[in-house]
């Protein structure tokens, strides 16, 4: 048992070789489907105006896709600084108990905190469901070392295909062109609706749909903020009154 | 204080790393800062996530109904439909993600090829 050596004394090539298992541990089932997902940024980036370079900044500063979709769409409808700042927040308080739930995993004594600040930039969806799946088979004192080459690798990679799929996306025929801005609300429309816990969520989304594009109507500019208010905000008294009425 | 209201080249990068950039990461360094001390089961987190969940769904809609480019050319009802269709496909094969994005594809394409409105 690795966990049981009195105090493991490791030589630098033992934290590559747990870095590089990270690194091909993120060639993956979830990995493949993110990566089509960022197609779809690309495609959309491009759509939206941006240059190819906004593209992939945005992808690796910002790397949670729900984030950097929200932030295109804020762009796309004329949000104002604020206005958009706020609604990437609002889309990403979700990532802060994600990090809270993985950073005991991967944490020792001798840890030093700025390792655990910079891995924590590369935690969304994707890669912090492959961690939870697979930090418990690495020994724990080179888990930082893993998830370095897990979650930095699918960043890089994913930059890269934003930039690949930027570059080619003037060129596509229409149909194919058109399948490409549709993968970015399929993958969302799927992926939201399965890693929602609770009904609260599966209500919320529903209201959502329906709110962003009557809110687009009547309220350009803040549309995403009144519907994700109005929508989140109804789905949550839905799942309290549900719970008031099984508790009596 | 839009995207592109003031005409300078760093105008839309500084917009990215505030509203992008500090966004996001101010949620995930407060994740390493409090560390073990939140439970993932509190209330507040449900209220948290329907909020974002019903913000990420607007732009969605958004998405499919307002879409850009030549997602636009296509009519609304086939761009609907063929997100019903995926998200049914989606619940049907064990909630395979995969599965929603090919068939929602399937059906977009097959409907552009038979009525050619890609002209």
Not at chain 1, 141 to 159: E, I, P, Q
Not at chain 2, 48 to 62: D, F, K, M, P
């Amino acid at each position: 048992m690795m966990q049981t050596d009195p105090a493991p004394v490791h030589a630098p090539s033992d934290y590559w070789r747990w870095y590089l298992r990270g690194v091909v541990a993120s060639a993956s089932v979830p990995g493949l489907i993110l990566t089509s997902a960022f197609i779809g940024f690309g495609g959309l980036a491009r759509e939206a105006g941006l240059t190819l370079l906004q593209a992939v900044l945005m992808t690796g500063m910002i790397w949670a896709l729900p984030a950097k979709v929200v932030l295109l769409g804020a762009i796309m409808t004329g949000a104002s600084l604020p206005a958009a700042a706020f609604a990437v927040a609002l889309s990403s308080v979700r990532l802060a108990p994600m990090v809270v739930a993985l950073v005991p995993e991967m944490r020792t004594e001798k840890t030093r905190p700025w390792v655990l600040y910079l891995l924590s930039h590369f935690v969304a969806v994707t890669s912090w469901v492959l961690a939870m799946e697979k930090l418990r088979h690495v020994p724990r004192d080179m888990r930082t070392a893993y998830y370095g080459g897990l979650g930095g690798t699918l960043v890089l990679v994913n930059m890269i295909v934003v930039a690949v799929v930027y570059g080619i996306a003037g060129s596509l025929p229409p149909g194919i062109s058109a399948g490409l801005l549709l993968l970015t609300p399929i993958y969302f429309l799927t992926s939201l609706w399965g890693s929602s816990r609770e009904s609260a969520s599966h209500f919320a989304m529903l209201f959502g749909l329906v709110l962003g594009p009557v809110m687009h109507v009547i309220a350009p500019g803040l549309d995403l903020l009144i519907a994700g208010a109005l929508g989140g905000g109804a789905a949550f008294l839905i799942h309290l009154h549900r719970r008031g009425r099984a508790r009596a | 204080m839009t995207f592109d209201a003031i005409d300078t080249w760093w105008w839309p990068y500084l917009f990215i790393l505030l509203a992008g950039w500090l966004a996001t990461d101010m949620w995930r360094f407060l994740g390493v800062y409090l560390g073990g001390r939140v439970s993932e089961k509190s209330e507040a987190l449900v209220l948290v996530r329907a909020l974002a969940t019903a913000l990420v769904a607007a732009v969605i809609g958004n998405l499919i109904v307002f879409p850009s480019g030549a997602l636009a050319d296509v009519p609304l009802w086939v761009r609907i439909f063929s997100a019903v269709v995926g998200f049914a496909a989606f619940l049907a094969i064990r909630k395979s993600i995969l599965a929603g994005i090919v068939a929602a594809e399937a059906v977009l394409l097959t409907a552009i090829y038979l009525f050619g409105q890609m002209g």
